[in-house]
């Protein structure tokens, strides 16, 4: 929610929100939030309770969560490494595997963390060498630390493999889908505003990465046909050229593929859907993380989808790429950007910080402090104020009256050069409370997780949603206390912003066993419920492809070549019933390329 100029009464007091980067952060952030009329930090003027969102590419130091303040939000959670090292994200889907069925968390390659893992893997590659029909599996050999495709090995034989670091040994994923040829993969982009309680954001939007070369499983050591990472093919020789199917560099939007396939009667609502199960399940497998407050996390997932679509979960990034490389970049990055602040809902009053905090070096410019305290014996302006007028329960409206009010009433401190309280007293009371706050949530989930790790139930599922508001004490402080993330109205998560979606928490009974610690068990039983009703049945499949069939009039077998042009994915469609089998197989037979409709 940005600053309306209407919303206030005194133009002379509006500020704009303050953003402040670390070193190395893309200048796109930047640009966003230029673009968005917010001012950029400045260390040597203004004080460290100045800004408003604090955004760095590596992680933030403990103090840093310790000393946020309401009107704050950072863009890292602590150890959300957890689940971006490759290792680390490996060992816990495996935990996940053990612990709830390897059925479920089947989406993730088959994965031995080297060199802790070696017996365990020459055990499993010897195996396979040693059953009769089987064709030995193709690996991909990973450093666990890295990124942007450096360091990696794809093999068959394990007389290739050489490693110097902690790699990981994953599966290759032999049979891609391949559109004219060339590997795919997706970059999906999830923001999560809460681990706690969870609270999952999937972007509509995002990028298919393609391979600059076409795909060959005889030449294993070409980088160009076997990655994705645009870091790598951008320098390929093909990257400039026009590609037959796939166009000029290497990417496309997902809105661009998500028609493609929909061109050829795939159930691209499916295959999303099963999509977000995976980043439901991923995360669910590194909660609980440690409890903070106002901090959000951008996670860069990679998805691989194969020629069954079947989606794979390849890793998920900390910090994905936000530079601009191309113009499908520009296009999608820069409104993620602008989408992520919507999602962060700051509010009018947040913009008060610099009256809240007596003594900021700003503060010390705009409001001369005052030790006789000017005209009021009351409360700081400001955060104090609000804090009278507004509990939990109450509607946003009063709050930002008051924070109106608060407005008036600085500008009129501030013409009298007078302030309320020192310093210390408000800031110390703030921190004070958020670590009381902290403490008594740490506390909590703690608790949670020891009965989670012996029943794996919920202790009070007949608590009422009411518990998923800020806890009572919470409800004591401030507005600007309450999770930046639920809406005023019904205090609840916000189901859409921009083109970020909530997928989580996705019912009645997900959020109930989300909403006081995370009841994994359950969740996971409401996701396999889900992903039941999902499937579809042989018959809604056939009927799908007849009704794609009808759609394009290929019904008409004499006026099949109206519609076809270069061939990729058609074998995917092989596998249908009675007639319609038979007409799919003519399609594939007949076109060598994708079908277009280019004519009625
Ligand atoms: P990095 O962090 O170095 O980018 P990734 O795990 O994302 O590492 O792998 C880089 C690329 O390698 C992916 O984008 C994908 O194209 C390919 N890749 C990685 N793992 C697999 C796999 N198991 N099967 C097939 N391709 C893979």
Redesign the pocket.
């Known amino acids: 929610m940005e600053i309306m100029a209407d919303d206030y009464d005194t133009g002379d007091t509006l500020r704009p929100l303050v953003f402040r980067l670390h070193e190395n952060v893309p200048s796109i952030v930047r640009e966003v939030l230029l673009e968005r009329g917010w001012t950029e930090f400045d260390r040597k003027e203004q004080d460290d309770a100045d800004w408003n969102l604090y955004w760095r590419n590596s992680p933030f130091r403990m103090t840093d969560y310790h000393s946020i303040k309401p009107w704050q939000r950072l863009n890292h959670y602590p150890e959300a490494v957890r689940i971006t090292r ?1 290792d680390y994200l490996a060992r816990h889907l495996k935990r996940m595997k053990g612990a709830y069925g390897s059925a479920l968390y089947e989406f993730s ?1 088959v ?1 031995f963390i080297m060199p802790n893992d070696y017996a365990k893997f020459i055990a499993e590659y010897s195996n396979e060498r040693q059953s009769v029909g089987r064709r030995p599996s ?1 690996w ?1 050999c ?2 666990a630390d ?7 090995l ?1 093999f068959q034989d394990i007389k290739d493999l050489v490693y110097d670091c902690t790699v990981i040994v ?5 049979n ?1 889908l391949l559109i004219s040829g060339y ?3 997706l970059r999906l982009y999830v923001c999560v505003t809460s681990f706690y309680p969870l609270t999952i954001y999937t972007y509509e939007e995002g990028l298919v ?1 393609f ?1 600059t070369e076409k795909f060959d499983l005889g030449s294993l050591d070409n980088v160009y046909a ?4 645009t ?1 790598i093919n951008k320098y390929g020789a093909s990257y400039k050229k026009y590609k037959e199917g796939i166009g000029c560099g290497c990417k496309w939007t997902f809105s661009k593929f998500r028609s493609y396939l929909r061109i050829f009667g795939v159930d691209d609502m499916l295959l999303w859907q099963k999509i977000k199960n995976i980043v439901i399940l991923t995360l669910l497998a590194v909660t609980p993380l440690p409890v903070a407050s106002n901090c959000f996390e951008l996670f860069g997932f ?1 998805i ?1 989808i194969d020629d069954k679509f079947k989606p ?1 979960l ?2 998920v ?1 900390y910090n994905p790429a936000l530079c601009l490389d191309c113009s499908t970049d520009d296009t999608v990055k820069r409104k993620l950007l602008h989408d992520i602040v919507e999602l962060l809902n700051f509010k009018q009053i947040d913009t008060l910080r610099q009256n809240q905090v007596a003594g900021t070096k700003a503060g010390r410019r705009q409001v001369p402090w005052s030790a006789a305290g000017g005209s009021t014996t009351e409360e700081t302006p400001g955060l104090l104020a609000c804090r009278k007028e507004a509990k939990c329960t109450s509607s946003v409206q009063p709050a930002l009256q008051a924070a109106r009010g608060s407005v008036r009433k600085v500008a009129t401190l501030t013409k009298k050069t007078a302030r309320a309280h020192p310093r210390k007293t408000l800031t110390s009371q703030l921190r004070e409370k958020m670590n009381m706050m902290k403490i008594h949530s740490q506390a909590k989930a703690e608790a949670k997780n020891k009965q989670l790790s012996g029943a794996g139930h919920s202790p009070d599922k007949s608590a009422q949603l009411s518990h998923w508001l800020p806890t009572p004490d919470l409800c004591s402080y401030e507005l600007t206390m309450h999770p930046y993330f639920l809406s005023d109205k019904d205090q609840r998560p916000i189901p859409r912003v921009g083109d970020f979606v909530l997928i989580f928490p996705f019912n009645e009974a997900a959020l109930q066993a989300s909403r006081d610690g995370i009841d994994v068990k359950s969740i996971i039983k409401e996701i396999n419920k889900l992903v039941s009703k999902q499937l579809p049945s042989k018959e809604q499949n056939t009927k799908k492809r007849v009704s794609y069939l009808t759609s394009v009039g290929l019904y008409d077998l004499k006026n099949w070549s109206l519609y076809t042009r270069e061939h990729s994915t058609c074998t995917q469609f092989i596998k249908v019933q009675d007639s319609v089998e038979i007409l799919w197989k003519v399609i594939y037979k007949h076109c060598s390329g994708v079908l277009f409709q280019i004519s009625s």
Do not use: F, M, V
């Open positions: 490759k390659p994965a193709y991909i990973k450093p890295l990124s942007r495709g450096r360091g990696i794809i994953q599966k290759y994923i032999s891609p590997k795919l993969d990465r391979a076997h990655l994705t990472n870091s990679d691989l794979w390849l890793e990034n």
